[in-house]
């Protein structure tokens, strides 16, 4: 499998605080793999160091074999790397379709209606493609959010609590648009979530990041059978119950 994103060796520090530690991080074509870990372990540090947002203080991030380490978000977004933010980042007075057209606008001054259309049906979105996005409820919004970031074909899709503030239906919803960008457009996305249930179901392999380190890799079975990730995040995020309950306090945040 190719290899489109590489981080090797990212240290980031907030004064005596070490957010990130000498991780590593790999992400092949058509993959989807699932960031989790306690709050504060560093995922959404390293997706602001992958996307271009915080330069790290160690280590280096590779775009398709290009160092891009020091390239700005923008340039990395042009060449092909999409994000989400995990506080809500829409332009809300825009309509739903107005912000998948500002996705796409750069390339050539107008937006592929098709691919529009098409995710927008995939993300549920249609009925609502004329309503402002200020006036969605959050499960939409994050729908739209992700419509947006997947409008202009990404290779590379970071995904920071896309599911938060979903309802079981919109999270299926979510779930299907990622598998589809994956395996037809050869996407390659990693997901930060703390609904265990679904990156397992979701993801074929999950990183789990604990105190800015690595802390466990491997398909859900090998990271769900691990004692440190049992003891570091698992034990405390009632893997017994599925869906609705594994809400962490932090979700008022969004
Ligand atoms: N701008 C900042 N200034 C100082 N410290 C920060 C800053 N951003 C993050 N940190 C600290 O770095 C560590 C990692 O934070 P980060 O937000 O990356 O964690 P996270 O895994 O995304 O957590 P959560 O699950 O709560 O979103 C935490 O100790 C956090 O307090
Ligand atoms: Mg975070």
């Not at 809300?92 to 500002?102: F, I, K, R, Y």
């Not at 098409?118 to 996005?133: H, I, P």
């Not at 802390?215 to 859900?220: F, N, Q």
Request: hydrophobic share 45%; aromatic share 4%.
């Amino acid at each position: 499998m190719t290899q489109l994103l590489r981080a090797e060796g990212i240290g980031v520090r907030f004064g005596g605080i070490r957010a990130l530690d000498g991780v590593d991080l790999r992400l092949a074509a058509g993959e989807v793999c699932g960031l989790i870990g306690p709050n504060g372990a560093g995922k959404t540090t390293l997706f602001d160091v992958v996307s271009g947002i915080r330069r790290p203080d160690a280590g280096r991030v590779l775009l398709d074999g290009v160092e891009v380490t020091r390239r700005s978000p923008v340039w990395r977004a042009r060449h092909g790397m999409r994000r989400t933010f995990q506080r809500q980042q829409l332009f809300g007075q825009l309509t739903v379709a107005d912000n998948l057209l500002v996705a796409q606008e750069w390339r050539r001054g107008g937006a592929d209606a098709d691919r529009s259309g098409a995710l927008l049906e995939a993300c549920g979105l249609q009925a609502f493609s004329d309503a402002y996005a200020g006036t969605l409820p959050v499960g939409r919004a994050r729908m739209v959010e992700l419509a947006r970031a997947a409008a202009d074909r990404p290779r590379v899709l970071l995904l920071d609590e896309p599911a938060s503030g979903m309802t079981a239906e919109e999270r299926a919803l979510l779930a299907a648009t990622v598998r589809r960008l994956a395996e037809e457009d050869g996407c390659a996305v990693l997901l930060v979530e703390h609904n265990v249930a679904f990156v397992m179901e979701l993801c074929a392999r999950v990183v789990v990041l604990d105190l800015g380190s690595v802390l466990a890799e491997g398909t859900p079975a090998q990271v769900r059978a691990d004692v440190r990730v049992r003891e570091a995040y698992l034990g405390t995020h009632g893997e017994a119950t599925h869906g609705e309950a594994q809400t962490p306090a932090h979700d008022s945040r969004t």
